[in-house]
């Protein structure tokens, strides 16, 4: 049977900003991730309603280069952006890695674009946002785009 990564990678916002969806893990583990097996993808897939028509799933990535005295302050402030962004229905991956370079790498899944839209509008993003910059050493690099495959479906 097929196996699936689904708790992997992290989030970023198209505003060139963050929230995060995971535990901080070094991505030399990335191996070790837990793995949803077919039957556990099918129910996830039910609970979220995901619509697997490729083009409307939204992912969001990038990196994080936090001032070396601020590591540990936007580490935990990430950490606690994981619980109520993976809580919200639209919300499908949010995972944080820490790399080597003490950088975070963010990766984010959503439903929709506008289940995107919803998130950047919640009042605990909203005060990460309002911080990031007092814990960057620099810009954020963001990536967004459109999943053009079809969402997985394990038979």
């Known amino acids: 049977m097929y196996k699936l990564i689904v708790a992997l990678l992290v989030c970023l916002t198209s505003v060139g900003s963050i929230a995060a969806k995971s535990v901080i893990v070094p991505s030399s583990f990335f191996c070790k991730i837990p793995v949803a097996t077919g039957p556990e993808m099918m129910q996830i897939n039910a609970e979220k309603k995901i619509d697997t028509i490729a083009g409307k799933i939204v992912s969001i990535y990038g990196f994080l280069r936090p001032k070396k005295e601020q590591a540990a302050a936007l580490r935990e402030a990430l950490l606690l952006l994981v619980n109520p962004t993976r809580e919200e229905p639209g919300n499908l991956v949010y995972n944080i890695h820490e ?46 785009g459109k999943l053009i495959a079809p969402w997985p479906q394990i038979k």
């Not at 506008?114 to 814990?135: C, R, S, T, V």
């Open 99 to 144: 790399e080597k370079d003490g950088s975070f790498f963010l990766y984010e899944v959503w439903r929709s674009q506008e289940d995107l839209d919803l998130h950047f509008q919640k009042p605990y993003l909203q005060a990460f946002m309002g911080k990031i910059n007092d814990w960057l050493a620099g810009n954020i690099e963001a990536h967004s």
